[in-house]
């Protein structure tokens, strides 16, 4: 069973990105996959800040790290602000992919190397967030991820749920299916369990 993490990069309570993680997250379950669903406001992290980083790192971001560590296999559902990701979403990669000096998993220089990435986004604009994946895409890149080609902008999102939280259209579901057996195919080849 592959472990696979889903998180948003929004903690908007009526956060489309949210509803897209959960919906995709339950794709994943269907699909076999061990999955934990992240949201991001339950973890209390700072900005990233040297200076605080150096008289120690955060509990949470530790527990950031771990969670994140314990999983090959990652979705990231990322909103679109000024064409690009969320402040959120970097301020969380910029922590979780700082060294910790002397620890054992979190010491080395690549945390997050050869972690398999999905990557969807949501939007209530026609184009779904979609370059806010041209910009995470090349940030995980440089972070030594394996990003699957296959990916998904939900554009128009005001009107893509139903009340249940669940994607109205077979052609939005097929979509994020796809990027779900996608990561499922790639971690079960470069991480068999
Ligand atoms: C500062 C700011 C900038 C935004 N820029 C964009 C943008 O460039 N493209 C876009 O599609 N939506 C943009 N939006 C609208 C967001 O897509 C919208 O607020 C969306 O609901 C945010 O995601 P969430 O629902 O998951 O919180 C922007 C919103 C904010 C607050």
Not at 71 to 87: D, L, Q, R
Not at 113 to 119: D, E, M
Request: hydrophobic content about 40%; overall charge neutral; glycine content about 8%.
């Amino acid at each position: 069973m592959t472990k696979l993490l889903i998180f948003a990069g929004s903690t908007r309570q009526n956060s489309f990105n949210r509803r897209l993680a959960h919906a995709t997250a339950d794709l994943a379950r269907a699909a076999g996959a061990d999955v934990t669903h992240l949201e991001l406001s339950t973890l209390d992290i700072p900005l990233y800040n040297a200076d605080l980083e150096a008289t120690g790192t955060p509990p949470d971001v530790m527990r950031l790290k771990d969670i994140m560590d314990a999983h090959p296999a990652w979705i990231i559902v990322s909103p679109e602000y000024n064409g690009s990701y969320t402040g959120l979403l970097k301020n969380t990669i910029d922590w979780a992919s700082s060294p910790v000096k002397g620890h054992p998993v979190w010491g080395g220089r690549d945390p997050f190397a050869g972690k398999v990435v999905g990557l969807l986004s949501a939007s209530p604009g026609a184009l779904g967030g979609l370059r806010s994946l041209s910009h995470l895409n090349p940030l995980l890149q440089n972070l030594q991820c394996w990003i699957c080609p296959k990916q998904f902008a939900l554009g128009r999102a005001g009107d893509a749920f139903d009340e249940q939280g669940a994607l109205k259209s077979d052609a939005h579901r097929h979509s994020a299916q796809a990027v779900v057996d996608q990561v499922l195919w790639a971690s079960a080849r470069l991480h068999p369990v």
